[in-house]
């Protein structure tokens, strides 16, 4: 069997090396990749949106099935380019990946389907952004309606702030057309969880609860990025609130898109903030996590090539998605100065220097002859396994120390709020 993973993070390294390690031993590529998935796929030279160059390799190459990790290609119809072509490909088409590429969109089904979020408003036109923001109650989010790679979140605590935003956004165009529009949001005080789930359309099944870190600093300080770290699963996702997560979030959005003629087939993930017990759904993304998915996929016992089948040939409800009692927790290491400028081109140390408890996950990594250098912002998500969170987390750290480029930051207290700090 052969199978193309389209994307090059380390959402897509996890998803590699998950796929590699099926029974029914697939032949595996990827477009782009990175130097971390060499040994696991064939690295295509073709970009993660160039959705006619991939279609052409798929039909060249006779791939029997594509994956795809990030949401850009989704946004731009991946699935529905091969589904017309009759390929077989895990994702959402355009119309429901509007879930994720427009906020505004997202928040009119889950009113459609009484899905409790945020209240919201969203605005065409500045001025009246502006006088409604001048009367909201403080803090107040201010959201491009666009994909805006995660920093179209602005939660202003002053006026101020929030004026400055609406006119970054509808005047100065900082997000370009994904900020054309806004939605001005009720600000949540709470705890973040993520819920993916697998779905056909129909089935919803969920994965295990997870948390992400999304500030670059210890003790969640500092400016948002994509993600630093998570771990798996999240004490905060008890079976009790995964089973009204299924039943409240993810199981009436699923119905509600195929009612509206655009079911969701791939993988759904519920960004959620918890507030007293009670889950509301921050955002929807239309493709997993990152980096959720390198301490998600670690612990499913289930062969995924199996799973995504299932999703494709819409009989999940025929399938059994069975998990490990582990836990999993996940360090990311950035180039020197990220969310903002950084440099590439550093050499990566110790990458030979396995351990069986953690697994190191590229996201920004390239080949340079002999060497591994950096090439991102996000360089490498490090997973450490263990029978409890501490133990995981003590893993993930062990391995870190072991690794080292020029400039090389991460946090030291993933998983914080499970089970303390790290010194
Ligand atoms: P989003 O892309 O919508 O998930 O927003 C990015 C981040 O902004 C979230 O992970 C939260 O940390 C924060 N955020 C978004 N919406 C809200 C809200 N209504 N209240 C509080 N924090 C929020
Ligand atoms: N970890 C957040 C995201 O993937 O959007």
């Not at 507030?275 to 997993?288: D, S």
């Not at 799973?307 to 399938?319: F, P, S, T």
């Given at each position: 069997m052969k199978i193309l993973v389209v994307g090059s993070g380390g959402r897509e390294h996890a998803i590699v090396w998950k796929l590699a390690q099926s029974p029914r031993k697939p032949q595996l590529f990827c477009?782009?990749?990175n130097a971390g998935m060499e040994s696991l796929a064939a690295c295509l030279p073709i970009k993660a949106d160039d959705i006619a160059a991939l279609k052409e390799f798929v039909i060249k190459e006779q791939i029997d099935l594509t994956v795809v990790g990030p949401e850009a290609p989704l946004a731009l119809g991946i699935a529905d380019e091969f589904r017309k072509a009759k390929l077989k490909i895990f994702g959402p088409t355009k119309n429901a990946a509007r879930l994720e590429a427009s906020k505004i969109f997202s928040k009119d089904v889950m009113a459609t389907a009484k899905i409790p979020t945020a209240r919201s408003q969203s605005f065409e036109k500045m001025d009246a952004a502006l006088a409604y923001v001048d009367q909201h109650e403080l803090p107040v989010v201010i959201k491009a309606d666009g994909l805006a790679q995660g920093k179209g979140v602005i939660i202003a605590t002053t006026r101020e702030q929030a004026r400055e935003a609406i006119i970054d956004s509808m005047e100065k165009s900082v997000f370009g057309h994904a900020g054309e529009r806004v939605l001005v949001e009720q600000f949540l005080d709470g705890e973040e969880l993520t819920i993916m789930a697998f779905?056909?359309?129909?089935?919803?099944?969920?994965?295990?609860?997870?948390?992400?870190?999304?500030?670059?600093?210890?003790?969640?300080?500092?400016?948002?990025?994509?993600?630093?770290g998570a771990y798996c699963p999240a004490p905060l996702g008890t079976s009790a609130l995964r089973v009204q997560v299924t039943r409240e979030v993810l199981q009436p959005i699923v119905v509600a898109m195929s009612r509206m003629g655009c079911p969701?087939?791939?993988?759904?993930?519920?960004?959620?903030?918890?507030?007293?017990?009670?889950?509301?759904?921050?955002?929807?993304?239309?493709?997993?996590?990152d980096p959720e998915t390198q301490v998600v996929l670690p612990l499913l016992k289930s062969d995924l090539i199996d799973?995504?089948?299932?999703?494709?040939?819409?009989?999940?409800?025929?399938?059994t998605v069975e998990w490990h009692d582990d836990y999993a927790v996940c360090v990311v290491m950035t180039s020197g100065g990220y969310p903002g400028a950084y440099e590439n081109g550093k050499v990566i140390r110790g990458l030979s220097e396995g351990t069986p408890s953690a697994t190191v996950f590229h996201a920004g990594t390239v080949r340079n002859g002999h060497d591994i250098v950096t090439a991102g912002g996000r360089v490498l998500g490090v997973t450490g396994y263990g029978k409890s969170i501490a133990e995981a987390q003590q893993e993930a750290y062990r391995r870190v120390k072991t690794l080292s480029f020029e400039g090389c930051h991460f946090r030291t207290d993933i998983a914080h709020r499970a089970v303390g700090p790290r010194a």
């Open positions: 477009a782009p990749g779905t056909d359309g129909k089935t919803v099944v969920p994965m295990l609860p997870a948390q992400d870190h999304k500030r670059v600093g210890d003790g969640d300080t500092g400016l948002n990025t994509g993600g630093m969701f087939q791939g993988v759904l993930y519920a960004g959620l903030m918890v507030v007293k017990g009670t889950p509301y759904v921050l955002e929807f993304n239309a493709r997993m996590g799973v995504i089948e299932a999703v494709v040939e819409h009989r999940l409800d025929q399938c």
